[in-house]
């Protein structure tokens, strides 16, 4: 069973960065694609950016690209999302998920995803 852990979340001011971390355990860690969602109170969880299960894809929603980077450590079994740049509406739980997978695919949907952390909170005040 693949467990996930996000770390990294907490307050920031507009224009501020924070980097979440996502520590992967129960599988080797290069079978899992791996994504980032968040979701906002009272919103759907939407997706914000994904990476292959070797790191050389990558894809981001519309609304972080240019701000937000994604990136895996396949020795420390961790992925990261690097923020920057943030706004309000950045505003949310974020999640991290895992595929198990033989592609080297980016995947974009919620529902590919089966295994996912518990979130962490990232708050951007005005």
């Known amino acids: 069973q693949v467990q996930l852990v996000e770390s990294g979340g907490g307050l920031v001011q507009a224009g501020g960065s924070l980097r979440l971390s996502c520590a992967a355990s129960g599988r080797t860690f290069t079978d899992l694609a791996m994504g980032w969602f968040r979701q906002a109170p009272g919103q759907e969880r939407e997706f914000a950016a994904a990476i292959s299960r070797g790191g050389g894809g990558t894809t981001y929603a519309d609304s972080v690209k240019g701000r937000f980077t994604i990136s895996r450590d396949n020795r420390k079994n961790t992925m990261y999302l690097q923020m920057n740049s943030l706004k309000p509406e950045d505003t949310a739980t974020y999640y991290c998920?895992?595929?198990?997978?033989?592609?080297?695919?980016?995947?974009?949907?919620?529902?590919?995803?089966?295994?996912w952390g518990q979130g962490t909170q990232v708050t951007v005040s005005s």
């Open positions: 998920a895992a595929k198990v997978t033989g592609s080297g695919s980016v995947y974009r949907g919620r529902n590919e995803y089966v295994h």
